[in-house]
T-cell receptor, first 111, second 111 residues
Framework: ETGVTQSPTHLIKTRGQQVTLRCSSQ?????VSWYQQALGQGPQFIFQ???????GRGNFPPRFSGLQFPNYSSELNVNALELDDSALYLC??????????FGPGTRLTVL | QKEVEQNSGPLSVPEGAIASLNCTYS??????FFWYRQYSGKSPELIMF????GDKEDGRFTAQLNKASQYVSLLIRDSQPSDSATYLC???????????FGQGTRLTINP
């Protein structure tokens, strides 16, 4: 157990809808990174939040956005969902961004 | 050329033998190297990290790093059926926020 929690566990949406995924970081960690993992692939970096500020972004469109709260928990928001957004969304907690510990993930299915 | 490359496998190893997993990376400035284990339907679990050239041992696991050859490997001694999983290699560049993952190697330990 890493102490990183994510909700919900599973989610089914339709194309065009919006979704919010949540992550609580491990106690003492101030950095949250989000990754998207398609079936059969390694995780792809979406963005990272450090002390409530975005601290790096991967090659994802602006409809992927996020927030980090004062308690270091975080949200990932995806607007205008597309079929290709179906994936496992992973939140990783760390102290300053180096050794990252993953939560259980949210499985998103877009129909 | 992919930033981090792994043989996707499947790699089949008899129980009790040594499993050897390999990874190459393209960014010579990379500083931190990680191995994650991912069981089917679960999130990645950190099993080893290494920063310096040479070997690092933790129980049955040994990580090996050769920065000159841009190569990192994971050895699993006395392989057990419970080691059957996908192993993800991840690399973090100097000053970078993100982990870059390979696509993973699927390992099967045969009783």
């Amino acid at each position: 157990e890493t102490g990183v929690t994510q909700s919900p566990t599973h989610l089914i949406k339709t194309r065009g809808q919006q979704v919010t995924l949540r992550c609580s970081s491990q106690s003492g960690h101030n950095t949250v990174s989000w990754y998207q993992q398609a079936l059969g692939q390694g995780p792809q970096f979406i963005f990272q939040y450090y002390r409530e500020e975005e601290n790096g972004r991967g090659n994802f469109p602006p409809r992927f956005s996020g927030l980090q709260f004062p308690n270091y928990s975080s949200e990932l928001n995806v607007n205008a969902l597309e079929l290709d957004d179906s994936a496992l969304y992973l939140c990783a907690s760390s102290l300053g961004g180096d050794t990252q510990y993953f939560g259980p993930g949210t499985r998103l299915t877009v129909l | 050329q992919k930033e981090v490359e792994q043989n996707s496998g499947p790699l089949s190893v008899p129980e009790g033998a040594i499993a050897s997993l390999n990874c190459t990376y393209s960014d010579r400035g990379s500083q931190s190297f990680f191995w994650y284990r991912q069981y089917s339907g679960k999130s990645p679990e950190l099993i080893m990290f290494i920063y310096s050239n040479g070997d690092k041992e933790d129980g049955r696991f040994t990580a090996q790093l050769n920065k000159a050859s841009q190569y990192v490997s994971l050895l699993i001694r006395d392989s057990q059926p419970s080691d059957s999983a996908t192993y993800l290699c991840a690399v973090r560049g100097k000053g970078a926020q993100k982990l870059v993952f390979g696509q993973g190697t699927r390992l099967t330990i045969n009783p």
